[in-house]
């Protein structure tokens, strides 16, 4: 399902045209790849990659650029205008899926050991297929078609997104630590927009009831109401009122015996530093094994030259 601009016409332009564009502003503004990223702040090679063409930016990366690079907008208009998911295909039992979420007027959701596809980061997702699917090229076009969803929910004015996360999303590790370091700075950051509220249940909360499975609550523009959830390979919708109802009552309870999005956003906080100290860790573990490495090397270099006999002293 392509995005198309809000304006309802064709591609303005191509990611590879916003990325020179962002390259020719950076540059006139003297500013390395590595100083605008600290600037943002984000990492080089989101820069980098967004330069190439081959990362989709959000909203808010093109107007932080504009306001750093005084490009008086041009970059926030030209993101607006263009079409970053050309011809994007959903598996065939999501598709019905995706189709409610481009329309959907308000969704509440409750997820269990992976991060909802809505709020995923492009590593994430490349990870998460990455182990799932052997085609390089399947894993590219899923991993296309999840961010295709996102940005209508991202955008300042999307939708209203709430979601109850078990603490097993934060915990499951997807990819390594980094991908899970910056999956969960990317919630902090998109947890602050007016129009998505998360949360986090506690893996030792006691005395809440959780749903069985995840699930979603979907609203459409006409006021229909739908439950979701999935299987396997299979997405299981239900309007029934009184499952509707059912489902609806168990998740507001949910919600008010979860701590708040305040304090969840300290929990997810938490998991961040413990990835970033994780990471730290491994890559002083790295450091300490290459020296050990090498005066191993060192040693067996010195056992394999040649020998000569030692001058004793004579009595």
Known sequence: MSRRNAEGGAAASTAAVFGEVLKHFREAALLTQEGLAREIPCDRSHVARVEAGTRVPQDTFAKRCDELLGSGGVLTRLWGRIDWYPQVEHPDWFRRRAEMDAVAVALRAYQERVIPGLLQTEDYVRALYGRRLASAEEVEERVRARLSRQQRFLDTDGPYYAVVLDE???????GNAAVMRDQCAHLLRVGGHPNIHIQVAPAGLGGVVRPNASMSLIRLPDGHEWVYSESLD????????????????????????????????ALIGDAMEGYECHGQSRAARGDLDQEQLQRRQRWRLRRSGPRYPRSRPRP
């Open 168 to 174: 097993s999303c934060l915990r499951n590790v997807v």
């Open 234 to 265: 299979r997405g299981h919708f239900s309007d029934d009122p009184a499952v509707c109802t059912r489902h609806g009552q168990t998740y507001d309870v949910l919600r008010a015996d979860t701590p708040s999005a305040r304090e969840s956003a």
